[in-house]
């Protein structure tokens, strides 16, 4: 299958939108922007064109995927019961990068295949424009994962994903360069507080303006045992990881960060190995490797560039990739929190 393909970039092509629509009603996938990243997109009512997404992706059965929205009462034939933090959420972050994990009806309209049989459902209102007139003009919730093969970096701008989707998808709508780069916030919340099962654009400090208490799960940075029970299935997941051994490293303390990147880099040229580098702009200079690569200079920056970066770093042919961390603060603790799977759990914190 030839995937049909819009050029359309940031501009609204009703008429191309109109066409995906067109697709998404009669069963078939598509591939399109939001805000974080890209996304496959099928008809979330219709099992068989939700299993193809699974098929397209390589992606395990018990990984549930994010049901997406563009107005309430859509949200409405699947959820009974909105908790009025859940309400607070929605009035104030949506449309936007967040998914809240709501509890079923008892007899909703998403098949279980979307769901991967769990009596909870992801929800989110997408804000970019192409997305959310997607949505609307097909009159039906997509589901949707992040477009890439599973285990790969999500895809931010179509030439990063063209070759690994085309042809697993009817049509293609190219928005250009997604604005944050990371997947959306993922939140569950449990009686009065709120849980963050994947960090992102929307921070703890920004949940904490609406219940007292956000708790971070510690899968978000820290190891999935085996056998280990989740409070998110995608949590178990390789994710992100190139081929190349990757390693973070980070200190609150800028010189002893540098310094204990150029020991590494040091370390690893005396037995004549090779090293990638990324960082930040502002630390780069004060870095003895060669081969290095900018980041970006604020948060924002780096986190919309991380996964093209790390979709390149392959292609470098060396031993080590050494990344910069950022910290846990703010949109920082997402960052990490994909980094640190990047690199395997490789990461070394300095006090
Ligand atoms: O920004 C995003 O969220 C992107 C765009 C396309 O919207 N989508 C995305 O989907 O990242 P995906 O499938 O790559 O990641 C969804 C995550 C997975 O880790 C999955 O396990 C979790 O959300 N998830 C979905 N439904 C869930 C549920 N009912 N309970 C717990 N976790 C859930
Ligand atoms: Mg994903």
């Not at 390589?58 to 699947?78: C, F, T, W, Y």
């Not at 972050?93 to 008892?106: A, D, N």
């Not at 039906?140 to 599973?150: D, F, T």
């Not at 280990?228 to 390693?247: D, F, L, Q």
């Given at each position: 299958?030839?995937?049909?393909?819009?050029?359309?970039?940031?501009?609204?092509?009703?008429?191309?939108?109109?066409?995906?629509?067109?697709?998404?009603?009669?069963?078939?996938?598509?591939?399109?922007?939001?805000?974080?990243?890209?996304?496959?997109?099928?008809?979330a009512?219709?099992?068989?064109?939700?299993?193809?997404?699974?098929?397209?992706?390589?992606?395990?059965?018990?990984?549930?995927?994010i049901v997406h929205v563009s107005n309430l009462e859509m949200v409405n034939k699947i959820v009974d019961n909105i908790s009025?933090?859940e309400k607070?959420l929605i009035e104030?972050f949506w449309p936007?990068?967040l998914t809240i994990i709501f509890i079923r009806k008892?007899?909703d309209i998403i098949?279980?295949?979307?769901?991967?049989?769990?009596?909870t459902v992801g929800i989110r209102m997408p804000?970019?424009?192409?997305?959310?007139?997607?949505i609307?003009?097909?009159?039906l919730p997509i589901?949707?994962?992040?477009?890439?093969?599973?285990?790969?970096?999500?895809?931010?701008?179509?030439?990063?994903?063209?070759?690994?989707?085309?042809?697993?998808?009817?049509?293609?709508?190219?928005?250009?360069?997604?604005?944050?780069?990371?997947?959306?916030?993922?939140?569950?919340?449990?009686?009065?507080?709120?849980?963050?099962?994947?960090?992102?654009?929307?921070?703890?400090?920004?949940?904490?303006?609406?219940?007292?208490?956000?708790?971070?799960?510690?899968?978000?940075?820290?190891?999935?045992?085996?056998?280990?029970?989740?409070?998110?299935?995608?949590?178990?997941?390789?994710?992100?990881?190139?081929?190349?051994?990757?390693?973070?490293?980070?200190?609150?303390?800028?010189?002893?960060?540098?310094?204990?990147?150029?020991?590494?880099?040091?370390?690893?040229?005396?037995?004549?190995?090779?090293?990638?580098?990324?960082?930040?702009?502002?630390?780069?200079?004060?870095?003895?490797?060669?081969?290095?690569?900018?980041?970006?200079?604020?948060?924002?920056?780096?986190?919309?560039?991380?996964?093209?970066?790390?979709?390149?770093?392959?292609?470098?042919?060396?031993?080590?990739?050494?990344?910069?961390?950022?910290?846990?603060?703010?949109?920082?603790?997402?960052?990490?929190?994909?980094?640190?799977?990047?690199?395997?759990?490789?990461?070394?914190?300095?006090?």
């Amino acid at each position: 299958m030839i995937s049909k393909y819009s050029n359309q970039k940031e501009k609204l092509n009703i008429e191309e939108i109109n066409q995906a629509a067109e697709e998404i009603k009669k069963g078939n996938l598509v591939l399109f922007p939001t805000e974080t990243v890209y996304g496959i997109g099928a008809n979330a009512l219709d099992e068989k064109a939700v299993k193809n997404i699974f098929v397209a992706k390589g992606r395990a059965q018990d990984n549930p995927l994010i049901v997406h929205v563009s107005n309430l009462e859509m949200v409405n034939k699947i959820v009974d019961n909105i908790s009025p933090i859940e309400k607070r959420l929605i009035e104030k972050f949506w449309p936007g990068p967040l998914t809240i994990i709501f509890i079923r009806k008892s007899k909703d309209i998403i098949p279980d295949v979307v769901t991967a049989n769990l009596d909870t459902v992801g929800i989110r209102m997408p804000s970019n424009e192409i997305a959310k007139q997607l949505i609307e003009r097909s009159g039906l919730p997509i589901a949707a994962p992040s477009a890439n093969v599973s285990g790969r970096p999500s895809g931010t701008k179509v030439e990063d994903i063209i070759s690994e989707l085309d042809g697993k998808v009817s049509y293609i709508l190219d928005g250009g360069s997604t604005d944050i780069g990371l997947e959306s916030t993922v939140i569950k919340v449990n009686e009065n507080k709120i849980d963050i099962l994947r960090p992102g654009k929307i921070t703890k400090e920004q949940l904490e303006q609406v219940a007292k208490e956000v708790d971070v799960d510690k899968h978000v940075l820290g190891q999935v045992e085996k056998n280990e029970i989740v409070a998110s299935p995608g949590m178990k997941y390789r994710h992100y990881a190139p081929n190349t051994k990757c390693m973070m490293i980070y200190s609150e303390n800028k010189s002893k960060l540098i310094s204990e990147i150029n020991n590494v880099t040091k370390e690893l040229q005396e037995e004549n190995k090779k090293v990638l580098v990324l960082g930040s702009k502002n630390n780069l200079d004060k870095y003895i490797s060669k081969n290095k690569w900018n980041m970006g200079e604020t948060l924002d920056e780096i986190a919309k560039n991380i996964f093209t970066l790390l979709r390149k770093v392959d292609k470098e042919n060396v031993d080590l990739v050494v990344i910069e961390g950022v910290g846990e603060k703010g949109l920082g603790l997402a960052i990490t929190n994909r980094l640190i799977r990047a690199c395997a759990y490789n990461y070394k914190k300095i006090e």
